[in-house]
C-alpha cells in the first residue's frame, strides 16, 4: 500500500511579520524581527492546493536534534516536508484511520530525539524510519511535471522559467554549522534536565509505602 501523491510545484521564501516602528520608551525591545520563511506550494490528489509554510530554522534544529549533517539537505527536506503527516501517538482518533493507524504500529516504539541514553545514529534512523512509514502509508512529495508548472506560470502572465525541480531554492541552501551546533548545545542542555521532576507531594523515592518492604523479623 503506498501513500497519497502529493505534487510540489513551487518554492519560494518570505519573512514572518515585524513592528516597523519602535518606541523607545517600551520597557521591551521588539523580538519579533522578521524571521525567514519557506513556503511550498503543493497540490493534493483531489487538486485543491496547500501551502506549507515553516521557518528556515526548522533546518537548523532537526540537524540539531538528529545529528544530520548540516549539507545533507536532501535529507533535511525530506523531513521536514514529510514530518507533518507523522501522527501523534496520543490522538486516539488515529485508529479510526487505517493508513494512519498503519504507521502509529510501525513506528510507535521508536525512539525520539528526547529518549534518553540513545545515540544520534540510532535517534536519527528511527525518525526517517518514521518518514518512511508516512511515505509508505500517508503521503508522497513527487515533483509536479515541468511542462505543467511552465504551463502554469505562462497563464498567470509571469516571465519565470519554471525549475526541474520545484525545491531547487531550498536546495541551493546552506545552513550555518555554527548555528546548528549551537543549537545542538540548546538540544543537549533540554536532554541533560529532562530526568528531573518538578518538586511535589506526588514526587517520592521508590519503594516507601509501608507495604513494600519486607518483613523482618
Known amino acids: 500500500m503506498g ?11 518570505g519573512y514572518s511579520h515585524t513592528s516597523l516602528l519602535h518606541e523607545e520608551t517600551q520597557d521591551q525591545p521588539d523580538h519579533d524581527g522578521a524571521e525567514p520563511l519557506w513556503g511550498v506550494y503543493q497540490v493534493r490528489p483531489d487538486r485543491s492546493t496547500h501551502l506549507h509554510i515553516f521557518p528556515h530554522t526548522t533546518f537548523e534544529w532537526r540537524a540539531a536534534e538528529y545529528g544530520v549533517d ?3 539537505v536532501d535529507t ?27 504507521v502509529v504500529r ?20 528511527a525518525h526517517l524510519e518514521r518518514i518512511a512509514s ?3 502509508h500517508r503521503v508522497q512529495m513527487v515533483a509536479a511535471p ?22 531547487s531554492p531550498i536546495r541551493a541552501m ?44
Open 76 to 102: 533535511l527536506i525530506d523531513i521536514v516536508l514529510h514530518e507533518p503527516f507523522i501522527p501523534s501517538m496520543h490522538d486516539p482518533l488515529v485508529w479510526e484511520n487505517e493508513a494512519v493507524a498503519r
Open 174 to 217: 546552506r545552513l550555518d554549522p555554527v548555528r546548528v551546533q549551537g543549537r545542538r548545545m540548546a538540544v543537549a542542555q533540554r536532554r541533560a534536565a529532562a530526568g528531573f521532576g518538578r518538586p511535589s507531594f506526588t514526587v517520592k523515592p521508590p519503594s516507601t509505602f509501608v507495604g513494600m518492604h519486607p518483613v523482618r523479623a
Open 3 to 13: 501513500g497519497e501523491l502529493w505534487e510540489l510545484w513551487d518554492t519560494e521564501m
Open 134 to 136: 508516512v511515505k509508505r
Open 146 to 167: 515541468q511542462v505543467e508548472r511552465q504551463a502554469a506560470l505562462k497563464f498567470v502572465g509571469s516571465d519565470r522559467v519554471a525549475e526541474k525541480d520545484p525545491l
Open 106 to 125: 510501525e513506528t510507535r516504539n521508536l525512539p525520539t530525539c528526547w529518549t534518553p541514553g540513545v545515540s544520534d545514529e540510532t535517534r536519527l534512523q
Open 70 to 72: 548540516p549539507d545533507d
